[in-house]
């Protein structure tokens, strides 16, 4: 097949990781693929041309153009699939098939902005659903935010495809050793911005004893580390981590691809937003065997239903101490055994070549 992928940019967003890894996997079963963007910002057209997938960034600030112009391109593609991932660039996927088209289209929601059931314009973008083949979400939880919004959608269209995951390449480091030195070592990997909720980790840490800072580490990787900021959240952290004296705790980093080697060095993975749609480092420190505390977001709650411990609310920090307590003081054969039981979990759900398929059939 000849199969289309669309989105914003190629930033180092979550959305961006995935829709990357699909292509990635249509290409090694034998696909031609290609990529629209309008945003030139890049970060994975590495790996995308390295393989020969060749990307057309069509940039063009009037939104009534740019759609005209990225219509006219999908049409002209002569494609047998496109796959669009985000609100904009499914919205223009969708519309470039009016009033016919002979391609099949499959969307992907991976929001979970509460602002969804607020705003016109979203809830205007999901009723636009009606003139895609499929709606896929990468969680249940999106998946019902999806249908609470556009009731009308037929179940035979919504469908739920995880994250993906390439074992081969996301393994467990095998000279790994847990606690090293007696240093809890948590690793972030978000961008900064309000919503991933620095400050309440920063809050969390003021909750441990003086004692219990001295044995943890968290190294935060993630954009906006530099001015221009995306809001307030990155300058006010490191404000508040100097005068809290909690330098020796916190390490802030700019995004790092790939993040794989510090993820393996790392004890456990942290997440802490307000909400999410389906986070990929969960999925990746699962499959890296490590511990994850992080927020009752998207499915993590049923995902890791098996220890609450791990779970926390993004609103009291309390919570978020709670887990981390948890972790610094559990024993280490258990330690070593949430990480085997996290990655039993990954290969069940989120196993590369199992996902991809999970499109390519919804494209035939």
Sequence with gaps: MKILCVIDSLCSGGS????????????ELGHVVAF??????????????????????????NYFRRTVRMRRFIRDGNFDGVVAFLEGPSFI??????PH???KLAVSEGSAN???????????YRWFHFFTDYVVANSYANMNIVRTVNPFLRSSKCKVVYNIIDFDFWKPLQTYIPRKDGILRILVAARHQYLKNLNGLIDAVTLLSN???QHIRIDWYGDWVREPYYDGSFPEGIDKVHRLNLDHVFSFYPAFHPVIEKMQMADAIGLFSYYEGFPNVVCEGMALAKPIICTAVSDTPSLLSYDPMVLSDPAHP??????IRYLLHMEERQFVDIGQHNLQIARQYFEKEKN????LELLQ
Aim: glycine share 6%; net charge negative; charged share 20%.
């Design 356 to 359: 991809v398929m999970g499109y």
């Design 16 to 27: 961006q990781r995935q829709i990357v890894e699909l292509a990635l996997g249509f290409k």
């Design 101 to 103: 088209r002979k391609w």
């Design 211 to 213: 004692e219990e800072q």
């Design 114 to 124: 509460p602002a969804i059931y607020r705003s016109a314009r979203h809830i205007a």
């Design 36 to 61: 629209l963007t309008y945003h030139n910002i890049v970060f994975f057209d590495t790996v995308l041309i390295t393989v020969g997938i060749p990307i057309t960034c069509i940039e063009e600030p």
């Design 318 to 323: 309390e919570t978020i101490a709670r887990s």
């Design 93 to 98: 996927c969708e519309v470039s098939g009016f």
